[in-house]
């Protein structure tokens, strides 16, 4: 449980970027791709496909746009072929940063990604130079309303969950990454469809930032989000109480 508060802070951060609905709506395209293509493309069978559809599901996503992007990816047509990558490295402050993306060209996103950090003050390192600072976790969330905090730790444990953090609004479930799937799919019968189901970086130690530090790696991190080969940006900073609800205003 320690440290989970830490990720309060950016989550101002993460629902500015989803209100840009296209760029969400592209980056959720090509992970259904990616899902689909890696196993079957029936959910049911294809459990990260399954998670995918979830995750378009947050940004809103219409179903018919996820049906087309299943039939386009497992289609004759094909459609781009997508990698997976991971870049590491530190941004301001010593803060570390985590990048994955899914890239048609592995060469363009290499050079975007090292250009962000250096232009905004960071270092773009070697692989593993920084996720050791970090647990790789599977997080599972589900609204409070769905049970109570005793009956959800109960299933959850049951499930082989490692640990529930409830408060009045949300479960968050967490689990290694081997038993996501099957904590998730166990979870369900019980309590439904979760509000989200993802493979998370969870920082071991933070950095605590100061406004204008916080102001620096920001602008890092909001660049990086911003570039449609990024799917996701985790970084290891922490920010007091007032600053992040300053900054979120």
Known sequence: MAG????KNIMHRKGAQDAKRAKQFAKVIRELTVAARSGLP???SNPRLRA?????????MPKDNV???IKKATGTAGG??????????????????IVEGLTDNR??????????????GGSMGETNSVSFMFRRLGVITYPASVASEDDMLEAAI??????VVSNGTTHEITCEVESFFAVRDSLEPKFGEPESAKLDWRPENTVMLDEDKA???????????????????YANFDLPDDLAEKLSS
């Open 158 to 163: 049951e499930a082989g969950a490692e640990n």
């Open 4 to 7: 989970h508060s830490q990720f």
């Open 215 to 233: 102001t620096s790696v920001f602008k890092l991190l909001d660049v990086l989000e911003d570039n449609d080969d990024v799917q996701n940006v």
């Open 107 to 120: 060469n363009r996103t290499a050079s975007d990604v090292r250009a962000a950090f250096s232009k905004y």
């Open 67 to 69: 049906d087309r992007a």
């Open 52 to 60: 995918a559809i979830v995750a378009a599901r947050e940004v809103n």
């Open 42 to 44: 029936d959910p049911s």
């Open 80 to 97: 781009e072929d997508y990698v997976e990558v991971r870049y590491e490295g530190y941004g301001p402050a010593g803060v570390a940063v």
